[in-house]
């Protein structure tokens, strides 16, 4: 099945920025949707941005202007750059592969925000 690796996290200060990979097994963007996806201690798992084989994107309005997501075909990985982060963006970031009927989750890597 397809797995999916999340690695980048870490420590970064307030307004620091820090990249984010997610590497898949299997060439899998032109048929699934992308995203990234993080959970922050006491709170739902939210959705930050996701990204289509068209390019096409999106980006939840707390990280619009701040994030980026990509993707890179040839290396079946994913990327969500994270500038001017704040520390209400701590928490563990999740990769997700989905379609309609299912989806793949990677584990998570943390990421803190902290002076």
């Known amino acids: 099945q397809v797995q999916l690796v999340e690695s980048g996290g870490g420590l970064v200060q307030p307004g620091g920025s820090m990249r984010l990979s997610c590497a898949a097994s299997?060439?899998?963007?032109?048929?699934?949707?992308m995203g990234w996806y993080r959970q922050a201690p006491g709170k739902q798992r939210e959705l930050v941005a996701t990204?289509?084989?068209?390019?096409?994107?999106n980006y939840a309005d707390s990280v619009k202007g701040r994030f980026t997501i990509s993707g890179d075909n040839v290396k079946n990985t994913v990327y969500l750059q994270m500038n001017s982060l704040k520390p209400e963006d701590t928490a563990v970031y999740y990769c997700?592969?989905?379609?309609?009927?299912?989806?793949?989750w990677g584990q998570g890597t943390q990421v803190t925000v902290s002076a």
């Open positions: 299997a060439s899998i963007f032109s048929v699934y949707v």
């Open positions: 990204i289509r084989s068209s390019g096409a994107t």
């Open positions: 997700n592969a989905g379609l309609s009927t299912f989806s793949y």
